[in-house]
């Protein structure tokens, strides 16, 4: 379910599989659906969810996508989504890699996590770095250099905002919010599973 605000694309908050299914059908590109997603960001940027983005290469990684897809070379049901990392997954995309901290301000991994890594090996397209609380220390995405994720469920912006939960709030609140069509979390005490129902997301 996704929440009650503007969308700019009839994508927005369609479900991965509805996506991953129309990829392989051809009824829409990687190209429009990952143009879909980045007017969503464009759109919703009020709830701090992402805190660097990446959408030339995103559409760059998209145009490949859909060429192995006409050469019948698609890597899988991911080969084309957009989604979406959490700041704590190291990249060598040239994006800074800072755990919401100020510590690692301007940090440029040199080395890509396995976790993106396997994403990147699928065709998945990132879209850049989500919000989360300072070293994943922290339930509501409100400890962050960047400043707190505001939920998508919202009434307003002013003192009655809603957290998003955390530590993984902006990846449940991208997904929730049809920013992206999936989102890598992390979990030591609960920072995707509390996410999840505190953006009412249920499967």
């Known amino acids: 379910h996704r929440p009650s605000l503007r969308s700019v694309s009839s994508w927005a908050g369609r479900s991965l599989t509805d996506a991953s ?3 392989a059908n051809g009824s829409v ?11 969503q960001i464009d ?31 698609a890597r899988g049901p991911l080969d084309g989504i957009p989604v979406g990392v959490k700041d704590i997954f190291c990249m060598q995309n040239g994006v800074p890699t800072t755990a919401s901290s100020k510590i690692l301000q ?4 040199p080395y890509e996590s396995t976790a993106t890594q396997r994403l990147l090996d699928a065709g998945a397209i990132p879209l850049g770095k989500l919000n989360m609380d300072e070293f994943a220390m922290g339930s509501g995405t ?31 609140a991208a ?12 979990d030591t005490g609960g920072s ?8 009412r997301m249920f499967f």
């Open 21 to 23: 299914a129309a990829l």
């Open 29 to 39: 590109t990687s190209v429009a659906l990952t143009q879909a997603c980045i007017d």
């Open 43 to 73: 759109a919703t940027k009020r709830f701090n969810m992402f805190v660097a983005t990446t959408f030339d290469s995103a559409l760059a990684q998209a145009s490949e996508s859909d060429a192995r897809r006409r050469d019948g070379r």
């Open 106 to 109: 301007g940090f440029v991994a």
């Open 142 to 172: 409100t400890y962050s250099t960047f400043g707190p994720t505001i939920n998508p469920w919202s009434s307003d912006l002013g003192d009655r905002a809603l957290v998003a939960g955390g530590s993984s709030g902006a990846s449940a």
């Open 175 to 186: 997904v929730a919010s049809g920013c992206c069509f999936a989102a890598l979390g992390s």
């Open 192 to 199: 995707v599973r509390q996410v999840r129902n505190v953006l």
